[in-house]
């Protein structure tokens, strides 16, 4: 049985038909790449994948639980436990330091473990370790960004959905975060990334144009 299984998904903003009938399987520990020209739907799939918006027909199924919809209990575990997201938006608290942001993610991690060992490679890794102790507003885009996927590759999760991850970042940086998803990924996660970028689909096992 496959991790998530779309079936026969249709979406609709107004007139416009976003997705129609589509159809797409993805089985645990999969990298996938979501690639297709603006407005093509991408960022609609991962968010109807994601439960954060619901399809206006068909069926999402992830790890065998039916009828998901963003406001179901089963779709709020699955959000609370199984799924991390890379957003465009970064998703961080601006007023908070990047220590408490990142303590968001490792609440849901074994109290046994030493979290500020794990917040301080975290930061290493990124080239962010100066960084701890900062509000999110003082730091740049790309540094947010960072952040943001740091607190996803720390929430103890087995999907990974990444909305151009690598959108805001150099040529360094968005290396750094392609070593951290294949890293990742072989861990056993599955990956869903929507992507511009040729380098980062390049690094899944399977691209769908949309």
């Not at 209990?73 to 998703?91: H, M, S, T, V, W």
């Not at 060992?117 to 930061?123: E, P, Q, V």
């Amino acid at each position: 049985m496959s991790l998530v299984s779309l079936k026969n998904i249709s979406k609709s903003f107004g007139k416009n038909k976003i997705l129609e009938d589509f159809n797409l399987e993805i089985e645990k520990g999969e990298s996938i790449a979501i690639v297709g020209d603006s407005g093509s739907g991408k960022s609609t799939l991962l968010n109807i994948i994601g439960m954060l918006d619901d399809c206006d027909s068909g069926e999402l199924v992830i790890a065998g639980k039916k009828k998901l919809t963003s406001s179901s209990k089963d779709a709020e575990k699955l959000r609370r436990y199984e799924i991390g997201y890379i957003f465009q938006n970064f998703a961080l608290i601006d007023n908070m330091t990047v220590s408490e942001n990142l303590d968001i993610a490792l609440a849901y991690r074994k109290k046994s473990e030493n979290k500020e060992t794990i917040k301080a490679n975290m930061l290493e890794e990124m080239g962010l370790r100066d960084k701890l102790n900062n509000k999110v507003y003082e730091l740049s885009g790309g540094e947010q960004q960072r952040i943001s996927i740091s607190m996803v590759f720390l929430k103890p999760c087995s999907i990974i959905l990444a909305d151009e991850p690598t959108g805001s970042l150099d040529d360094t940086n968005k290396e750094i975060i392609m070593n951290l998803l294949q890293r990742v990924h072989k861990d056993g996660k599955t990956i869903i990334i929507v992507t511009h970028d040729k380098d980062v689909s390049k690094i899944c096992e399977r691209i769908v144009k949309l």
